[in-house]
C-alpha cells in the first residue's frame, strides 16, 4: 500500500499544471456587455501580448471599443505585437488617431510600420505628428537597412557627468515620464559626447555623499551608427547588456540598440541567410505579389538550370554504362542524395564556424580536415551498410547471383564512400573560398553545392561502375 502511495504522490508531482487561457478569457472580457471602466480595469491586468494574440478574432466595432478603453500608449504597445497586419488596423482609426498611435510608439517600431506603407500614406502620417516624433523617425530613415543605425531605438535615459546622485535621480525620474528603457543610464560630458553608462541599480542604491564619477563605467561598449549590422551583429550578441548606445563618429549618442533589438537582428540575419540557403535573393512573406516572388527565385534557378544540364551531360557521358549494366541506374539517386546529405551538413558547420571573424588560417585548415574525416568515416560504415544491404536486396529480389549481386553493391558501397567524402571537401571548401573574396558564404550554399554534389556523385558513381563493373570484372549485359 505504502509503495502504490508513493508511485501515486510521484506521478501527481511530476503533472505540469494547466495554465490559464488567456486568449479565451480577454475574448469573453471584451464581448462582455459590462460597463467601459469595468472591461478596462481588467484589460490593464493582461499583457499587450496577448491582447494583441485576439485582435483578428475581433470585429472592427469591438476594436474600436478597445483603442478608445486603452488609451493611445497602451494601443501603441498592442501594435508592436501585430506585425504586418497594423497597417489595416490603423486605418480603422482614421489619420489623426492613427498618427498618434505611431506617435506614441517607440521611433523605431513606428519607422517598421511605415516602411511598410506607400510613401504618400507614409508621408502624410509623418506630417500629422509632432516635432520630436519626425525629428526621430527622419533619423532612423536616415541609414540605410544595413546599417544598425536603421535599428535603433531613441528611447533612453541620459545624464550629465557632473550631476551629484540627487540630481542624477532628479534627472532620470524626469526622463522616466517618456522613457521606459531606464535599466541603463548614460552618460555625456560637457559637449555631449558619450563617456559612459551607470546602472540603475548602482544609482539607487549610492549615498547621496558620493560622486557619480565613482558609478561610471567608462569603458562601457558600444557601436557606430554607420556601421554594418553585418560588422558589429558578432559584437553586440557577445554582451549581455539590456541595451548598447549607438554612436556618430563625433562621438554624440543618437539612440541605442536594446537586447530585442539584437534578439530582432539577428533573427533578420538567419532568415537573409536561410533564404539565401535556399537560393533566394531575399526572405519572401505570405502577401507577397506573384511577379516579386519569382524575381527573387529565377536568378538562381537559371543558373542552376545550366549546372543540372552539365549534370545531365555527365550523365550521357556514360550512356555506354547505363546501355550494359541498367541496373545501376536504378541506385543512383542513392548515391547522389546521400553526397548532398553530406556535403549541406559539412557546409551547415562551416559556416557557422566562419562567423567568427576572428578564425585563423590553422583553424580553418583543422576544420576542412575534420570535415573530411567525418566524411570519410561516415562514408565508409554506410558505403559497408550499402554493401551488405543492397547485395542481399539484389540477390535475392532481382535473382542475378552471388557474384554479380556484391560486385554491383560493392561499387555502390565505395562510390557512396568516395563521394561522401568530396562532398564533405566541397561543403568545407566552397563557402571559405567565398568567405575569404568577401561574398556571404551562405550565397554560396544549399542550391549550389548540392548541384555540385551531383555531379561529383554522378561522376564518381558511373566512373567507378565502368572501371570495375565493365572493364575490370566484365559484368556488362
Not at 504618400?120 to 544595413?146: A, C, V
Request: net charge negative.
Amino acid at each position: 500500500m505504502g509503495e502504490f502511495e508513493d508511485k501515486k504522490l510521484s506521478t501527481a508531482e511530476t503533472e505540469v499544471p494547466k495554465k490559464r487561457d488567456y486568449e479565451k478569457e480577454l475574448i469573453a472580457i471584451i464581448k462582455s456587455g459590462e460597463p467601459p471602466q469595468a472591461i478596462r480595469k481588467k484589460l490593464e491586468d493582461y499583457h499587450e501580448n496577448d491582447i494583441a494574440s485576439v485582435w483578428e478574432e475581433l470585429t472592427k466595432e469591438e476594436r474600436i471599443k478597445v483603442y478608445r478603453l486603452l488609451g493611445n500608449d497602451t494601443v501603441s504597445e498592442i501594435f508592436t505585437y501585430l506585425g504586418d497586419d497594423v497597417s489595416r488596423y490603423l486605418e480603422e482609426l482614421g489619420m489623426e488617431n492613427a498618427a498618434d498611435i505611431l506617435e506614441s510608439m517607440d521611433a523605431d517600431d513606428a519607422v517598421d510600420i511605415l516602411d511598410e506603407m506607400e510613401d504618400e500614406k507614409s508621408d502624410q502620417f509623418i506630417r500629422l505628428m509632432d516635432e520630436e516624433s519626425r525629428h526621430d523617425i527622419g533619423l532612423i530613415q536616415s541609414y540605410e537597412d544595413d546599417e544598425i543605425g536603421s535599428k535603433m531605438t531613441t528611447n533612453f535615459i541620459v545624464i550629465e557627468r557632473g550631476l551629484t546622485i540627487p540630481g542624477a535621480m532628479k534627472e532620470l525620474v524626469k526622463q522616466a515620464a517618456d522613457n521606459d528603457n531606464i535599466s541603463t543610464i548614460y552618460v555625456v560630458d560637457q559637449n555631449e559626447c558619450f563617456c559612459g553608462a551607470v546602472d540603475l541599480k548602482d544609482l539607487i542604491i549610492a549615498r547621496k555623499y558620493m560622486a557619480l564619477e565613482e558609478l561610471i563605467t567608462t569603458s562601457f561598449p558600444y557601436v557606430y551608427a554607420k556601421e554594418t549590422i553585418d560588422e558589429c551583429i558578432e559584437e553586440l550578441k557577445d554582451y549581455s547588456e539590456d541595451s548598447i548606445p549607438v554612436l556618430d563618429y563625433d562621438k554624440k549618442i543618437l539612440g541605442v540598440i536594446t537586447a530585442q533589438d539584437i534578439v530582432e537582428v539577428v533573427d533578420e540575419e538567419m532568415g537573409e541567410d536561410y533564404a539565401r540557403l535556399a537560393g533566394l535573393t531575399a526572405e519572401e512573406d505570405l502577401n507577397e505579389p506573384l511577379l516579386e516572388s519569382m524575381k527573387k527565385r529565377i536568378p538562381w534557378l537559371a543558373v542552376l538550370l545550366v549546372l543540372g544540364l552539365v549534370v545531365s551531360a555527365v550523365v550521357g557521358v556514360f550512356e555506354q554504362v547505363v546501355s550494359q549494366l541498367t541496373l545501376v541506374v536504378s541506385f543512383q539517386s542513392l548515391i547522389l542524395g546521400m553526397a548532398g546529405n553530406a556535403g549541406t551538413q559539412s557546409l551547415a558547420v562551416t559556416i557557422r564556424v566562419l562567423m567568427d571573424e576572428n578564425l585563423t588560417g590553422g583553424q580553418k585548415l583543422r576544420l576542412m580536415f575534420k570535415e573530411m574525416r567525418v566524411g570519410l568515416v561516415n562514408g565508409f560504415l554506410l558505403g559497408v551498410l550499402s554493401l551488405i544491404f543492397i547485395g542481399f536486396y539484389i540477390e535475392l529480389a532481382k535473382g542475378r547471383g552471388f557474384g554479380f549481386s556484391f560486385a554491383v553493391s560493392a561499387c555502390i558501397g565505395f562510390s557512396l564512400m568516395i563521394a561522401m567524402l568530396i562532398s564533405s571537401i566541397m561543403g568545407t571548401v566552397i563557402p571559405m573560398l567565398f568567405h575569404k573574396i568577401k561574398v556571404d558564404p551562405a550565397v554560396a550554399s544549399g542550391p549550389l553545392i548540392t548541384t555540385v554534389n551531383d555531379l561529383v556523385a554522378v561522376v564518381t558513381y558511373y566512373g567507378l561502375a565502368w572501371i570495375l563493373l565493365i572493364n575490370v570484372l566484365r559484368l556488362a549485359g
